[in-house]
């Protein structure tokens, strides 16, 4: 049988009173209840621990090194809980928030100073990072909101947040850059600038291509959408972006003729099990602030 926490707290009690009588009264136990127990513990741990005279029982050798740990053990579990109490509070703990590396600058600080307002003494730890590497971090309890796109499979929720369009962006001069919108099979000559395969983005805009018949020929990839923007700016491409992110190096957004060209942004979190209440009170917060315009 393993010791437990309230045995090592009764043990310390035994050690401050040094009469077995005196503590099992303190502890609201009886003597013999009190007894049995030291006489299990000195056989778990294989050492007598409290000599016994009757005059009282005081810790020997072996039990100083026992009650000392007991003491350590004791207060850090009490630290544990402390801690644990502070971090799960709605009104002062901390959240865990995983996001998009394209939602840095736009949907993720509104959401922040939107939160913030409300909850101004909670602390939100972020993490950014492509989103196929939100999903172990979300199953693994690492992380326990994620704002993401695609909705991943799985035993996810899903609260979406942001409808973006997606966009032809090409070089100002392009000749598809004075077009009112392009079709998809028109991409085919055209170096293609896009996020890296194993990306939700890449993923979304695969199925878009499929879908349309359309093929493209990818001549370079970033995991950065700002830094795809940039090479299409210096020419060395076109791409399908979210429409906020054309015209920042000069370039131009084109509509699509495509069905569904677009990217819906949402958040998620592990449905097979409980959220901690700080999680759970940004989710409430979001379900009534969204959805975010772009």
Do not use: C
Not at 33 to 49: D, F, I, M, Q, W
Not at 204 to 224: H, I, Y
Not at 228 to 247: D, N
Request: aromatic fraction near 6%.
């Amino acid at each position: 049988m393993v010791m437990d926490i309230d045995e090592l707290r009764r043990l310390l009690v035994l050690a401050e009173y040094e009469r077995i009588t005196d503590a099992a009264e303190a502890l609201q136990m009886s003597q013999p209840t009190l007894s049995r127990l030291l006489a299990r513990v000195e056989h778990e741990l294989g050492a007598r621990l409290f000599e016994r005279d009757a005059s009282g029982a005081r810790p020997n050798p072996y039990g100083d090194v026992v009650l000392a740990a007991a003491r350590d053990i004791t207060r850090r579990y009490d630290q544990l809980r402390a801690d644990l109490a502070t971090l799960l509070d709605p009104e002062t703990g901390t959240v865990r928030l995983a996001f998009m590396d394209s939602m840095a600058t736009s949907l993720v600080p509104r959401i922040l100073s939107d939160f913030r307002r409300e909850a101004p003494h909670v602390r939100v730890a972020l993490q950014q990072k492509p989103g196929h590497q939100m999903i172990p971090d979300l199953a693994s309890g690492l992380t326990e909101l994620a704002i993401i796109a695609p909705r991943p499979a799985g035993p996810y929720g899903w609260l979406p947040l942001q409808r973006q369009r997606l966009v032809l962006v090409v070089p100002a001069g392009h000749r598809l850059a004075a077009r009112r919108q392009a079709r998809l099979d028109e991409l085919a000559d055209e170096d293609f600038v896009t996020v890296p395969a194993g990306f939700g983005f890449r993923s979304l805009l695969d199925d878009l291509l499929a879908a349309d018949g359309a093929s493209v020929r990818v001549a370079f990839e970033s995991p950065d959408m700002a830094a795809i923007e940039g090479l299409v700016g210096a020419g060395l491409g076109v791409a399908i972006l979210p429409e906020r992110f054309a015209g920042a190096s000069g370039t131009v957004g084109v509509d699509l003729a495509a069905a569904h060209a677009e990217r819906i942004v949402g958040l998620t979190w592990r449905t097979d099990r409980a959220l901690p209440p700080t999680a759970a009170r940004l989710l409430e917060f979001l379900s009534r602030a969204g959805p975010f315009d772009e």
